[in-house]
């Protein structure tokens, strides 16, 4: 399903990915872990064709479509995104429309034009935002202007989003980084399912392992942008990981439940 | 000060540097106003010199004289007729430009030429372009309505795209990563986000457009202040006088009317 070979990418002088090479088949649901800096937004972003790679890269292939060779960005690359649903961290929806709408935009590239730039969306697609919303758990919010909705509701309707693009391939880029712990947990179980039920490949960027362990069966683990451990997530040990990641490990356990006193971990919460 | 300064630093303590500073700054704006005074040929005696004078001519200002009111208001509502046609043009031809001239937007040599246009715009006031435009279309409001257009497109393109490169863009982002086309991700993601502003900076324009309107009259394109300009001109100061009350109403009450508005959409 994602088929990345040589990938390199530098910004400026920076080396921010060294040789990278992975193989996602057809509905695996895979953890990219790895802490900040590491690399995994930006290969996340070489996936969907959101930035280019450098000139000595390889091909980045999604579900048999070129999306960039050799650090050029395919021409159908607006055709290709519709096949692959991005979840951000910030969410990445318009505030000022309401929730209905912004799921609707997943619709956009199958819309007639300009039937599309005056919102008049087939009515098939409507009632595919409508069920999308119900899926997610937030069909009552569907007509609340976007930025009035919690952390959590707003990525649930940014997963509805890609539910109506009818996405094939969803690439979570730390999805919950930004949630409290329940709604992280709400988002991970609605990829799950996504991921059991439709058969969605799922790779989803965590600074946590825990979470990985929980959801995901696959782990690739990045540092300093190579890849360091690609394999079953119950193979990864805690020494192991302080074995990849020294003193840097520490981060990718999740604090809050572990070790901060109860008094800071209500505060965070 | 509370740290001691280095003994070993090489600058000088900062405050040294501050006051000369102050002062220089105080030189020249001191230089400019010197320059400037005998550009302008300032005679500030001949205030007190010709105040007889210029206390006749107020004189002759009153009582005001409104037996021809209800030609001003005709001639005020063609004023402020050509305030909103003059400014609904120029919104309407600032959102293609004011995009254009983003530089989040388009790339250089797109948006370098078109600001330079609007620059253009902007530059020339729009009593120039209503002197132009009479000659070019006749004497009469639509020359008033064409000027109000061109130099309002030149000011509004530029506030446009100001807010424009403001915006954030994650949710532009969000629209592309559906597969949008490059007008979708700006119907979608830029405009929702820069709207409440462009409203905004629409009535704030047509609040100066309504003042504009009434003196671009004076060159021959309409409205009150042709009639206005007559008035002077056969030295009727009573009349004058109550032409001038009837545009200070008129615009207080619109610049009051759209700055409730704009407050409204923020």
């Known amino acids: 399903m994602i088929h990345v070979t040589n990938l390199n990418k530098s910004f400026a002088s920076v080396r921010a990915l060294f040789d990278i090479n992975l193989h996602i088949e057809r509905g ?10 590491s690399g995994k937004s930006t290969l996340m972003r070489h996936i969907c064709g959101l930035t280019a790679a450098d000139k000595n890269s390889g091909q980045i292939l999604v579900n048999g479509n070129c999306i960039q060779e050799n650090g050029r960005v395919s021409r159908d690359i607006r055709e290709m995104r519709t096949h692959i649903g991005v979840i951000f961290q910030q969410f990445n929806l318009v505030g000022r429309l309401s929730v209905a709408r912004n799921v609707c935009l997943g619709a956009l590239s199958r819309t007639p034009f300009l039937k599309g730039l005056l919102g008049r969306f087939a009515p098939e697609d409507q009632e595919l935002a409508f069920r999308a919303l119900d899926r997610v758990g937030i069909a009552d919010k569907a007509w609340q202007r976007t930025s009035t909705l ?29 949630l409290d712990p329940e709604s ?16 969605i490949t799922v790779v989803v960027t965590l600074h946590q392992v825990n979470y990985a362990i929980e959801y995901c069966p696959r782990t690739i683990a990045l540092k300093k942008g190579c ?39 209500g505060a965070a919460a | 000060m509370n740290q001691s300064p280095s003994r070993h630093s090489l600058t000088p303590p900062l405050e040294a540097r501050e006051k000369f500073n102050r002062i220089l700054t105080w030189v020249i704006v001191a230089a400019l106003l010197v320059w400037s005074w005998r550009g302008a040929e300032m005679k500030p005696m001949t205030l007190i010199r010709d105040a007889g004078n210029i206390g006749t001519l107020l004189a002759g200002f009153f009582p005001p004289n409104f037996t021809d009111w ?10 402020l007729q050509v305030a909103i046609w003059g400014t609904v043009l120029a919104v309407v031809c600032a959102i293609p430009l004011g995009i254009l001239s983003a530089e989040n937007m388009v790339p250089w040599y797109i948006n370098q030429p078109v600001r330079r246009l609007m620059d253009a715009a902007r530059a020339i006031n729009e009593m120039v372009f209503a002197m132009l435009f009479v000659v070019a279309v006749g004497l009469g409001p639509f020359a008033g309505v064409l000027a109000l257009w061109v130099h309002t497109t030149g000011t509004l393109a530029k506030l446009f795209s100001e807010a424009v490169e403001a915006i954030e863009t994650a949710p532009v982002e969000g629209v592309r990563s559906t597969g949008a086309s490059y007008v979708e991700e700006v119907v979608y993601g830029v405009l929702p986000q820069v709207f409440p502003l462009w409203i905004s900076y629409s009535l704030y324009r047509f609040e100066a457009n309504v003042r504009s309107a009434t003196v671009v009259g004076m060159v021959g394109a309409g409205g009150i202040g042709m009639v206005l300009w007559e008035l002077i001109r ?13 545009i200070v109403l008129v615009v207080t009450v619109f610049d009051l009317f759209s700055q409730k508005l704009r407050k409204m959409v923020i």
């Not at chain 1, 695996?28 to 800096?37: K, Q, R, W």
């Open chain 2, 234 to 246: 056969s030295f009727d100061f009573q009349r004058t006088c109550a032409v001038m009350a009837i």
């Open chain 1, 150 to 178: 919690s952390g959590g509701q707003q990525q649930r309707a940014a997963i509805a989003r890609a539910l109506v693009q009818k996405a094939e391939v969803l690439l979570a880029d730390e999805p919950i980084a930004s």
């Open chain 1, 227 to 265: 890849i360091v451990y690609d394999g079953p997530t119950r193979n990864l040990t805690r020494d192991m990981l302080n074995e990849l990641y020294g003193a840097e490990s520490e981060d990718l356990f999740d604090k809050k439940e572990e070790e901060m006193p109860p008094l800071l971990q």
């Open chain 2, 70 to 79: 209800k030609l001003y208001a005709r001639e005020m509502l063609v004023t």
């Open chain 1, 184 to 199: 992280a947990r709400i988002v991970m179980s609605t990829l799950k399912a996504l991921n059991r039920s439709d058969g």
């Open chain 1, 28 to 37: 695996e649901m895979v953890a990219l872990i790895g802490s900040s800096g």
